[in-house]
């Protein structure tokens, strides 16, 4: 199978992080639980083109190189690694490409076939030349997991066939509780829950 993985809050703990570094440059105390929006822009900006600043920013710090992976993330992509074709599907720009391989190489060497970046127009830089759904219909994606619910969205509406997970870690994601969810989505809590969808699948295809 072609499995298509999500990096931020998906196998990085990177809301978290960020929120915290943002926290430590503007002296303040926001909190996870206050944000709406999976890069936690709405905590620290009005609008995502002056966050999108502080997340370069970011992205160049030791605070970035040294997050640690999410749990089970390692295990469970380095098992899927030896039987199935594995795709990083980014909504990272690929301005960012050397801090993103430098972070992905020092915990998941060699267990991607491709790592695939998203490019925004120059006048918005939320607004995506193609998106997470073109890219699961041009590289034929038979699973993704993915914890931004309007990405899911996206990734159902132009790809039938393909599975998706939601990523919902412990259940503590506030940005993706709103439902139903898109045809063939179901929500998953863990990389632990992950191993065991992909079990079921690879059972039906046998
Ligand atoms: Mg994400």
Known sequence: MKIGIDIDNTIAPTFKTIINYLN????????????????????FHSDFNSFYND????LNTEKHLSMKP????TRVIKKLSL?????????????????TILWIDKHYKNKFEEILFI????????EPIFTKG???NKFKIDVVIEDNLD???????????TKLFLFDKNNQYKWNKKRP???NTKKIESWKDFEREIEKLENKSI
């Open 134 to 136: 073109d890219l699961v």
């Open 70 to 73: 999410i749990k089970g993330s």
């Open 181 to 183: 969810l898109p045809k």
């Open 119 to 126: 490019d925004y127009k120059n006048t918005d830089k939320n």
């Open 55 to 58: 997340w370069e920013e970011f």
């Open 24 to 43: 430590k440059k503007y002296s303040l105390k926001k909190k996870e639980v206050h944000s709406k929006k999976p890069s936690g822009y709405d905590l």
């Open 83 to 99: 039987k199935h074709q594995i795709y990083i599907i980014t909504a990272r720009n690929s301005k960012v490409k050397f801090q």
């Open 151 to 161: 990405e899911i969205k996206d990734i159902a509406s132009k790809n039938s066939k």
